[in-house]
């Protein structure tokens, strides 16, 4: 692993807590959930319970994040007959990411802290990046410059078809 920045870097302290914390995108007082306004990026795939989309803006093609349909916050939230199929679901996505590219791996994030309606994040290291190796990926694909948003599409588009073969 080895961070996308010069060293040394200098080590500060973090910032005193913010309380309450400011409300988030789809929950009560604040902004409305992108998902559920249907102003997010239209989903590549979908099913009954989930649907797939591309990034807006990565440097990263492959890269997709999976939204359940329902509004629930977080794996805790999810009601009992959506969570069991997530698993199935996340084994599906990665087999067509790791079939449509190089890589050698994919991470899976589930952050939480930008919109509070359930989503994960499916990044692809790519093969021989071991830079980019466990907490780095996210730091590598945030500093590389962004690849043109047709090309993020394409990769998603091609990603949802190989999803669609594996019904
Ligand atoms: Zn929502």
Do not use: Q
């Not at 290291?125 to 590598?140: N, Q, S, T, V």
């Amino acid at each position: 692993m080895r961070l996308p920045y010069e060293e040394p870097l200098t080590v500060l302290a973090p910032a005193e807590p913010v309380l309450p914390e400011p409300p988030r995108r789809g929950e009560p007082g604040g902004p409305p959930c992108t998902i559920c306004a249907g102003t997010s990026r239209p989903p590549i795939w979908s099913d009954a319970n989930w649907t797939l989309h591309p990034p807006a803006g990565s440097s990263l093609p492959g890269t997709v994040w999976l939204a359940s349909r329902v509004h629930v916050d977080s794996f805790a939230d999810l009601p009992g007959s959506v969570a069991v199929t997530f698993g199935p679901v996340a084994a599906r996505v990665e087999r067509a990411i790791l079939g449509w590219g190089s890589f050698a791996r994919i991470h899976l994030y589930r952050w939480g802290d930008g919109g509070a309606h359930f989503h994960t994040w499916f990044l692809p290291r790519p093969l021989g990046m071991l830079d980019a190796e466990g907490m780095m990926l996210p730091l590598w694909e945030d500093v590389l410059p962004n690849r043109p948003d047709e090309e993020l599409v394409a990769a998603a588009k091609a990603i949802g078809a190989a999803m669609e073969a594996s019904d």
